[in-house]
């Protein structure tokens, strides 16, 4: 299958191990993975912050990049950014764009997956990961994606994996990306909670689909000295016996 | 004489000034004050844990819950979109049946209204069934200045009101309470209350029936306000927990219901599917103890004389945005704000207004407006929502209120002029459609690399990234990016390594399923609870 890759700007500009592991496990479970390289941003920190008018290049640009009819599948390391793609895109076009951006915008949100998504619904996989492992479901594939537990179902499928449920998983870690600066105080006291639950799993890594919330729980890990590190869920489904190396690799945040 | 052309008016939101629908502060200074208490933090972590709890098995039980939850928001949504035609016709069923209806514009002319109904009857004195409707115009402050007293008779409502405190919760207005501080409460407020009394709740309990039964005994007036009125039948509804309620509804000769025009039902069997809905969302409970309903008056049966009061206060604006007409679709259950992280941790007060949580973010600044001053506290509501959505799962007629407050911020970025914000989010956009500014961007990012201390971490962020860096460690920007490596000779190889070991054999990587068509996604299924829980 013909599948393009897109890489969400955080990845892109400062996460690219998790974009990398996502490209290489597509390769290795035989599929040609596109890059196109005029792709940039998905315009969600505009829209969600409450500006429409400013992503409406952005979304015309990946309708773009990514309508071209060969490409069977748009796949993306992040939760939040499919879920903008899929859900928000619309929004945008309809208030202002025309109809072709309409049509476009539509194309493309129906072969958008979220990788875990891609790698349930469509091509299955098989990772080799000997850690003990925690899962935070992002609150975007938990309810605007409704990824369900595809990466529970890949995390379990994983060799040698030590997967341990995490309290309270499906309360936000308080990212929301702008929330967390516009309310510094209250997205700090979500952090503490999750770090909290975090903690009572002794896990060595926390795992999620979205760098996004990851930079915000591994920054908090961080900042208290955890012995937990965070890994994206790409990295983990990429590591194989003969690449044993995502682990050591970990960032601590 | 002048002639009317063109679009009428838009209607007029609830006015600045008056009633309940504005804080002092914006939300992240409001909320600051309550995060630092430890105390009401673990008093409302451990009740909305709790109510959640019991929300998720009583809704789970029922195996038409999601029918429930689309007939729910089908009855609101259509009586929403025939409100003049039902709120006459319910006009005509209670005068029809001996009761007497009075318009109000606003909070105002509502607390006019029923202080001149008040003292028609000679009364100094009024009991009270909890009421959103008169928390939001703030009615006991303008009977009180009329030397009216108001005497609320729920439980959770007279604790927020002994205390001179202010509801924290729609449901539960106490909620930021426990047991301790409303024993301390009890002892200093209520007139010759044993000195005695312990914590436990049932000794509580019969320390306010007390109370409360002696107000109850005599007061010849009360007001309340209402769950759902029946057009069909000039039937109205309430719903409630103590009996407190029923109380105030039979005993006293006059009863006075303020009603918001949006609570209005088109039919009688309506109430089937909201009696349903909202005690399960709310409590918990399969049904609440006391439903309560009334059509006019009956001659020598309950009060004698009843008014209705019916309030707009900014609804009818509401309602002429595509934000508001989904907002009014709310039964104030709210399960929204018992699974709110943020509220869970802020608590009511930090929203300023009678409507706090998610649904609060998006119905007050439809009804009072956002848009007056450039630090209007309201216009900080729509805002303070990481949106992760929790509340759309749980909102039993299916408001999906993380749309409207992203179309809430829309609306106020347009309204606002020109803010050192919006001209970043220009910047950044006009950055992101062009590929090579953007790698130039990209690079300039990386060279925040010297920020970072030994361990690769960066600890302190400049402004306006402090509030991030208070509480979190940021990892250094990488060397490379992924555009970069992927373009790279060493990316191309890796690529084409694993590729390779595709090629080589399928023992180590099965995929599960060939590339033969894609299977479609059961994605925009309902929502619903636990679907995407642990394992
Ligand atoms: S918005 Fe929905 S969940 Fe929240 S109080 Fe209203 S009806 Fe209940």
């Known amino acids: 299958?013909?599948?393009?890759?897109?890489?969400?700007?955080?990845?892109?500009?400062?996460?690219?191990?998790?974009?990398?592991?996502?490209?290489?496990?597509?390769?290795?479970?035989?599929?040609?993975?596109?890059?196109p390289p005029g792709q940039t941003c998905c315009g969600q920190m505009h829209i969600n912050t409450g500006y429409q008018r400013e992503p409406v290049p952005l979304v015309r640009d990946f309708a773009e990049q990514f309508g071209d009819a060969s490409i069977e599948a748009v796949v993306m390391p992040s939760g939040s950014c499919a879920g903008s793609v899929r859900h928000q895109h619309a929004t945008v076009a309809d208030r202002y764009g025309d109809a072709a951006l309409r049509a476009g915008v539509a194309t493309v949100a129906a072969k958008t997956y979220e990788l875990s998504e891609l790698l349930v619904d469509v091509l299955g996989v098989g990772a080799y990961f000997p850690h003990r492992v925690t899962y935070h479901p992002t609150c975007h594939s938990l309810r605007m994606l409704r990824v369900g537990d595809r990466p529970l179902?890949?995390?379990?499928?994983?060799?040698?994996?030590?997967?341990?449920?995490?309290?309270?998983?499906?309360?936000?870690?308080?990212?929301?990306?702008?929330?967390?600066?516009?309310?510094?105080?209250?997205?700090?006291?979500?952090?503490?909670?999750?770090?909290?639950?975090?903690?009572?799993t002794g896990a060595e890594v926390c795992t999620a689909g979205d760098s996004s919330c990851l930079m915000h729980i591994g920054g908090g890990l961080s900042r208290i000295r955890s012995g937990t590190r965070t890994l994206h869920l790409a990295r983990i489904l990429a590591a194989t016996r003969a690449t044993p190396d995502a682990l050591t690799e970990a960032t601590a945040v | 004489m002048s002639t009317f052309l063109g679009m009428p008016a838009r209607p007029p939101r609830s006015p600045y000034g008056t009633g309940n629908l504005r804080g002092d502060e914006p939300f992240p200074r409001a909320a600051h004050q309550e995060l630092g208490n430890a105390q009401l933090r673990r008093n409302l972590g451990r009740a909305t844990t709790t109510i959640r709890a019991k929300r998720l098995?009583?809704?789970?039980?029922?195996?038409?819950?999601?029918?429930?939850?689309?007939?729910?928001?089908?009855?609101?949504?259509?009586?929403?979109n025939r409100l003049p035609e039902l709120l006459e016709q319910l006009e005509r069923k209670v005068t029809e049946h001996g009761g007497t209806v009075h318009w109000a514009r606003d909070g105002a002319e509502a607390n006019e209204i029923v202080t001149r109904l008040v003292r028609a009857t000679g009364s100094g004195e009024v009991i009270k069934v909890k009421s959103m409707a008169t928390q939001e115009i703030g009615l006991n402050e303008h009977l009180e200045a009329a030397g009216i007293t108001p005497y609320e008779t729920d439980l959770a409502e007279l604790i927020v009101q002994l205390a001179h405190d202010r509801p924290s919760h729609i449901l539960v207005p106490a909620i930021h309470r426990n047991r301790d501080e409303i024993r301390q409460i009890f002892l200093d407020r209520i007139p010759g209350v044993d000195p005695e009394l312990d914590n436990v709740p049932a000794h509580l309990a019969a320390a306010a029936r007390a109370y409360l039964r002696e107000k109850f005994m005599t007061a010849k007036v009360a007001v309340s306000g209402a769950n759902f009125g029946v057009a069909e039948t000039g039937t109205l509804a309430v719903v409630e927990s103590e009996g407190n309620g029923r109380m105030c509804l039979t005993l006293p000769e006059t009863l006075i219901t303020v009603m918001g025009i949006e609570k209005v039902?088109?039919?009688?069997?309506?109430?089937?599917?909201?009696?349903?809905?909202?005690?399960?969302?709310?409590?918990?409970?399969?049904?609440?103890?006391?439903?309560?309903?009334w059509t006019g008056v009956t001659p020598g049966d309950g009060p004698q004389d009843f008014h209705l009061v019916l309030l707009d206060n900014g609804r009818t604006a509401a309602l002429a945005d595509t934000v508001g007409r989904a907002a009014l679709?709310?039964?104030?259950?709210?399960?929204?704000?018992?699974?709110?992280?943020?509220?869970?941790?802020?608590?009511?007060?930090?929203?300023?207004?009678?409507?706090?949580?998610?649904?609060?973010?998006?119905?007050?600044?439809?009804?009072?407006?956002?848009?007056?001053?450039?630090?209007?506290?309201?216009?900080?509501?729509?805002?303070?929502?990481?949106?992760?959505?929790?509340?759309?799962?749980?909102?039993?007629?299916?408001?999906?209120?993380?749309?409207l407050l992203v179309e809430l911020r829309h609306q106020h970025t347009e309204q606002t002029g020109t803010t050192a914000e919006k001209l970043a989010m220009k910047a950044a956009a006009a950055v992101m459609k062009r590929p090579t500014l953007y790698a130039g961007a990209q690079k300039a990012a990386g060279l925040g690399r010297a920020l970072a201390g030994r361990d690769g971490t960066i600890s302190r962020l400049p402004?306006?990234?402090?509030?991030?860096?208070?509480?979190?460690?940021?990892?250094?920007?990488?060397?490379?990016?992924?555009?970069?490596?992927?373009?790279?000779?060493?990316?191309?190889?890796?690529?084409?390594?694993?590729?390779?070991?595709?090629?080589?054999?399928?023992?180590?990587?099965?995929?599960?399923?060939?590339?033969?068509?894609?299977?479609?996604?059961?994605?925009?299924?309902?929502?619903?609870?636990?679907?995407?829980?642990?394992?």
Not at chain 1, 6 to 29: E, I, K, N, Q, Y
């Open chain 2, 463 to 535: 402004p306006p990234f402090g509030g991030w860096s208070d509480s979190r460690d940021t990892a250094a920007p990488p060397r490379q990016t992924f555009r970069a490596w992927y373009a790279s000779a060493e990316g191309r190889a890796t690529l084409r390594a694993a590729a390779d070991e595709h090629d080589r054999g399928p023992d180590e990587h099965t995929p599960d399923q060939g590339e033969g068509g894609m299977r479609r996604r059961d994605g925009e299924h309902a929502p619903g609870q636990g679907e995407g829980g642990t394992e």
């Open chain 2, 57 to 80: 098995n009583a809704t789970g039980e029922l195996p038409d819950w999601e029918a429930l939850r689309e007939a729910g928001s089908a009855i609101k949504t259509d009586a929403l």
């Open chain 2, 329 to 403: 679709n709310c039964i104030r259950c709210s399960a929204c704000l018992n699974v709110c992280p943020v509220y869970e941790r802020t608590g009511g007060h930090a929203y300023g207004s009678t409507y706090p949580g998610p649904i609060g973010a998006v119905l007050t600044p439809q009804l009072a407006g956002m848009d007056a001053a450039a630090d209007d506290p309201n216009s900080s509501l729509p805002y303070a929502s990481s949106l992760c959505g929790a509340c759309f799962d749980a909102c039993p007629v299916k408001i999906d209120i993380p749309s």
């Open chain 1, 153 to 200: 179902r890949l995390l379990r499928a994983v060799d040698s994996i030590d997967l341990v449920e995490l309290p309270g998983a499906d309360s936000c870690c308080g990212f929301g990306g702008t929330f967390a600066l516009k309310n510094a105080g209250t997205s700090t006291a979500m952090l503490h909670d999750k770090l909290a639950g975090i903690a009572t």
């Open chain 2, 265 to 293: 039902l088109p039919r009688y069997r309506d109430l089937e599917v909201f009696l349903q809905l909202l005690p399960r969302s709310s409590t918990g409970e399969r049904m609440n103890p006391y439903t309560s309903l």
């Open chain 1, 1 to 35: 299958m013909r599948i393009g890759l897109f890489a969400t700007c955080l990845g892109d500009t400062l996460f690219p191990d998790a974009v990398r592991a996502t490209a290489v496990l597509l390769a290795r479970l035989g599929h040609e993975v596109v890059f």
